[in-house]
T-cell receptor
């Protein structure tokens, strides 16, 4: 596709349920980031994938959060046993290493 | 990971006034990028600086990269309401680390 695609665009889930957020990066981009952004706040780094290297998971806030990137392309961010404080926009971004970072529109997660 | 801080966190200006946001890193950066996020939108790339002491201009926007490559600034001359949003710097080489952002409000 022309840009970074994320799905779902909006998700409302009950506290305690698991959610999966999907990211389709720009074709050929080797680097993929996940960020979390609460309303009016900055970008909270979650995880970084680069090619076949081990991902940088240093930003994942707890063991309820995990992410995979299959075949160096599509990535899934999974949040288990969701809590209300997980409500935020989850932004995915991709780039060629060291170049412009392109963001998706985000997945807006609301935990009720 | 690297720490990239920005000041101020928030800035309110009257339309027509100038605006500057500063980005500081705890370590030397290979490159610095700047992004703008409009309210309700996602960050969009503005520019990348690579060389020590580099200055680049985009219309009313002036970007600087410090001599030591540990700080950068974005200056907007004569702000307009279209400048409203949050400005982020991002430093790194391969993996980029985003700053905390400066939220700009322009009062008409």
């Amino acid at each position: 596709g022309a840009g970074v695609s994320q799905s779902p665009s909006n998700k409302v889930t009950e506290k305690g349920k698991d959610v999966e957020l999907r990211c389709d990066p720009i074709s050929g981009h080797t680097a993929l980031y996940w960020y979390r952004q609460s309303l009016g706040q900055g970008l909270e780094f979650l995880i970084y994938f680069q090619g076949n290297s081990a991902p940088d998971k240093s930003g994942l806030p707890s063991d309820r959060f995990s992410a995979e990137r299959t075949g160096g392309s599509v990535s899934t961010l999974t949040i288990q046993r969701t809590q209300q404080e997980d409500s935020a926009v989850y932004l995915c971004a991709s780039s060629l290493m060291g170049n412009t970072i392109y963001f998706g529109e985000g997945s807006w997660l609301t935990v009720v | 990971g690297q720490q990239v801080m920005q000041i101020p966190q928030y800035q309110h200006v009257q339309e027509g006034e100038d605006f500057t946001t500063y980005c500081n890193s705890s370590t030397t950066l290979s490159n610095i990028q700047w992004y703008k996020q409009r309210p309700g939108g996602h960050p969009v790339f503005l520019i990348q600086l690579v060389k020590s002491g580099e200055v680049k201009k985009q219309k009313r926007l002036t970007f600087q990269f410090g001599e030591a490559k540990k700080n950068s600034s974005l200056h907007i001359t004569a702000t307009q309401t279209t400048d409203v949003g949050t400005y982020f710097c991002a430093g790194g080489r391969n993996q980029f680390y985003f700053g905390t952002g400066t939220s700009l409000t322009v009062i008409p």
